[in-house]
């Protein structure tokens, strides 16, 4: 089987270095950091990591290029944002298999990855004429008062392996057509994807007569996304990742009075109802279950499922999940690719222990996929029927186990529900509008997203995308996320002759 895997990983090498050319990537000098597959679990090609001065003077490049580029008028800004996403356009299918390669996603998947990028880009070119101030009506005659918002700085983008490439377009094009700077730091296991997404935005800004040095990657592991976050030229740290991660880099800003934009961690659970169409809700949660192997930040973790359809239901979901085609991301009608490594297995099987020791049930799957590569993991979603939300259930463990929890009436089921430290994403099945709506309320669920009849995962970029508690409170992507990437002038302009002051103050 070794011979095998030797010659898969060779295959995928190969494969990797056209993808890489044709992503008009240069071959990189060889070093310490690793790319690897979680396909076979093999080494794609070696890189250098950025040392510390390289990181300074790559922060040094966006801070010069900032000077100039927050005076360029937004729409103009944005013909760097559009010529990336012709480029994307262009290049969806070699990039969306690198993110197979890369990340182990399904071709679907990737693909969809991609496509994000591009809209998140045409949400941007639109939001370019639309960074609107305010204006308020003054206290004072011959006065107007009003607000700006001018470009930041440097935004410090450090991004996770799930979403190795959407998240870095979140980012980048609002950043840009904000006039901002990006200096990125992506996921140490996520470097090609990386170096094919800085090589499109420098070819889109050089085609535009835009300067190149607007964006800058620096790779490696955690140490330099925290050289990134300890500096005072990045104005924005917008970290996406674990809640550890960013236990330490929130207060790493804060001390040097930085902002900062934390996505972190889910815990994502759905509420079935009796009234519940079982069939779509079935369909629903299989696919923020399982999709992604489990591996997506809006993963659902936790059903909370009525008493009275907790039968038919858990029977629906374990059927399909039997169903579901686990294996090579490569291959068509496979729907749940590899964990990304084996720290990833071993999570889940740790958790998976600590479930049943309290004393849940495992309904099905869990169990390693026989494949030939031992440094490959392939898992069968699991299924595990819990007495209780005990503290393996409310923490987040990255890998595809869904625990299924019963309720009697929905008061119970939402204080269940916002039991959990984080704070992501969540959603409801019923086909009670009071119900519905009870969820959505102010004392329904405390999420950043709470949807209705539609899984945890998958959110659309027209909407803010975050969540709260210790999922960090931030917002990206679409209405008026754009706010956290620029600073607001409040601008008071007296054009009379008088000096009135405000409150009425006299000091004469
Ligand atoms: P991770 O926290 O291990 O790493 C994320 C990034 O942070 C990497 O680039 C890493 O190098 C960097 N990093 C880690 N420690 C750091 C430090 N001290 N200073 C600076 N940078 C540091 O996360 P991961 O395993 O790559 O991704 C999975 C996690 O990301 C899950 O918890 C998932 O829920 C979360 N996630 C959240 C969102 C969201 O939008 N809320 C999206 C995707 C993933």
Not at 60 to 86: I, M
Not at 302 to 309: F, S
Not at 433 to 453: H, K, P, Y
Request: charged share 25%.
């Amino acid at each position: 089987t070794h011979a095998l895997t030797d010659t898969a990983t060779r295959e995928l090498r190969e494969r990797t270095e056209t993808l890489l050319r044709r992503l008009g990537v240069d071959t990189p000098e060889p070093g310490e950091l690793r790319a690897r597959t979680p396909i076979t679990g093999g080494e794609l090609i070696t890189l250098r990591a950025s040392d510390s001065a390289e990181v300074q003077a790559a922060i040094g490049r966006a801070d010069a290029a900032f000077r100039d580029w927050r005076t360029v008028p937004a729409p103009q800004r944005a013909a760097v944002v559009r010529r990336l996403a012709a480029l994307l356009t262009e290049r969806q299918r070699e990039l969306g298999e690198l993110v197979t390669l890369e990340a182990g996603k399904i071709g679907a998947e990737a693909r969809g990855e991609v496509q994000e990028m591009i809209d998140v880009c045409e949400f941007a070119i639109g939001l370019s004429r639309q960074l609107y101030g305010r204006t308020m009506p003054s206290e004072r005659p011959g006065h107007r008062l009003m607000e700006t918002w001018h470009p930041l700085g440097v935004v410090g983008v450090i991004s996770a392996f799930n979403f190795p490439v959407a998240v870095w377009a979140w980012n980048t094009a609002i950043a840009l057509v904000c006039g901002d700077t990006v200096v990125w730091k992506p996921s140490e296991a996520t470097p090609l994807t990386a170096l094919a997404c800085h090589a499109l935005l420098r070819r889109a800004a050089v085609d535009v007569g835009a300067d190149p040095e607007v964006h800058q990657l620096i790779q490696g592991p955690a140490a330099v996304g925290e050289q990134l976050v300890d500096d005072p030229r990045v104005a924005l740290v917008s970290a996406t990742g674990s809640v550890r991660m960013g236990q330490l880099v929130a207060p790493r800003v804060a001390a040097r009075f930085g902002r900062c934009l934390l996505e972190l961690g889910g815990n994502n659970a759905a509420i079935v109802a009796p009234s519940a169409d079982l069939e779509l809700a079935t369909r629903g949660i299989v696919f923020a279950a399982a999709g992604t192997a489990g591996q997506r930040c809006t993963t659902l973790r936790r059903l909370i499922v009525h008493a009275d359809v907790a039968e038919p239901l858990l029977n629906r979901i374990s059927a399909a999940y039997r169903q579901l085609r686990v294996g090579n991301p490569l291959e068509e009608g496979v729907l749940v690719g590899p964990l990304i490594n084996e720290r990833a297995y071993d999570g889940m099987c740790a958790a998976l222990e600590r479930a049943l020791a309290d004393g849940g049930e495992l309904l099905c799957g869990g169990e390693r996929f026989e494949g030939p590569d031992e440094n490959a993991f392939y898992v069968r979603p699991a299924l595990v029927r819990m007495p209780a939300q005990t503290e393996v259930v409310r923490e987040e463990t990255f890998a595809p186990i869904l625990y299924a929890m019963t309720y009697r009436d929905l008061d119970t089921a939402i204080d269940l529900h916002n039991a959990v430290p984080q704070g992501l994403s969540s959603s409801i099945f019923t086909r009670e509008q009071r119900e519905a709506e009870r969820f959505l309320a102010a004392d329904g669920s405390d999420c950043g997203i709470a949807n209705v009849n539609i899984g945890t995962s998958g959110a659309e970029i027209g909407g803010a995308f975050g969540g709260e508690k210790q999922t960090g409170g931030g917002r990206e992507s679409g209405s008026d996320s754009w706010k956290a990437y620029m600073r607001r002038a409040t601008n008071t302009v007296n054009y009379s002759t008088e000096l009135p002051l405000a409150q009425g103050i006299r000091f004469e």
